[in-house]
């Protein structure tokens, strides 16, 4: 975060920090396996429910409105603060009403268990001594923590600005579903990704939303739940979801 106190020099040099903290957390090669999760893509596509192209737009929308500006962002928004604070029975209340909010048991182990990957490899990498609570809690069995719970407070652990964690969340959401996509359906990768920059051109008053709102994360995409459910009864699978 840059203060007022910062020279400009100083406040660019955070902004490059910062950036480059993104970066890394949201490089496809960070190793947490969001790779193996499609979060019922695969079976929505297997069964012809999402049949073409705008199929697709209908999904993302989807998950942009329903699973992230309902669910994921206010998350990551309020975990974000109470992992400034360490304000740990917030952060366990909203890792509970998460997994909770996911009727998928697919869904809950993968948001787990990239959670997990997560904190552990984060502080291996850039230790933190807040990140060490979060870790024990999550040993213990009190907190996953799920993923949007684990990025916030990685992301709080390395200084970067609470809008800025949700703006990143939200991107990699997305590009992981499109990335799916287009493993999944008959889809060029330019008609992906300006299917992704259009989706992607929302996230700023998605933030404002949930900025306003600072309510607690809630959930109905029931199409979505059906089509990750179902997903453990395909004949065959390229993703765990």
Do not use: K
Request: proline letters at 4%; charged letters at 15%.
């Amino acid at each position: 975060m840059i203060t007022h106190s910062q020279t400009g020099t100083e406040a660019t040099e955070t902004g490059r920090n910062t950036l480059l903290t993104l970066l890394h957390l949201c490089d496809s090669l960070f190793p947490i396996g969001g790779f193996g999760y499609s979060d019922g893509l695969e079976s929505a596509t297997a069964s012809a429910a999402i049949a073409g192209v705008e199929d697709l737009e209908a999904w993302v929308d989807a998950c942009l409105v329903e699973s992230i500006g309902r669910l994921e962002a206010p998350c990551v928004w309020l975990a974000w603060s109470a992992f400034q604070g360490e304000e740990w029975p917030t952060i366990i209340r909203l890792d509970q009403e998460i997994t909770a909010l996911r009727p998928s048991s697919a869904i809950r182990r993968g948001s787990r268990a990239m959670g997990w990957r997560l904190v552990t490899t984060w502080q291996a990498l850039y230790p933190a001594a807040s990140l060490s609570t979060l870790i024990a809690l999550a040993r213990s069995g009190v907190v996953g923590p799920n993923l949007p719970v684990a990025f916030a407070s990685v992301c709080a652990s390395s200084g970067v600005g609470r809008r800025a964690v949700v703006e990143a969340f939200a991107y990699n959401r997305l590009a992981a579903t499109i990335s799916s996509a287009m493993r999944l359906m008959a889809i060029g990768q330019t008609d992906a990704h300006a299917m992704l920059a259009r989706t992607l051109a929302r996230v700023p008053a998605l933030v404002d939303e949930v900025e306003a709102r600072c309510a607690a994360p809630s959930a109905f995409a029931p199409a979505m739940d059906i089509a990750a459910m179902t997903q453990q009864y395909l004949h065959s699978r390229l993703f765990r979801s």
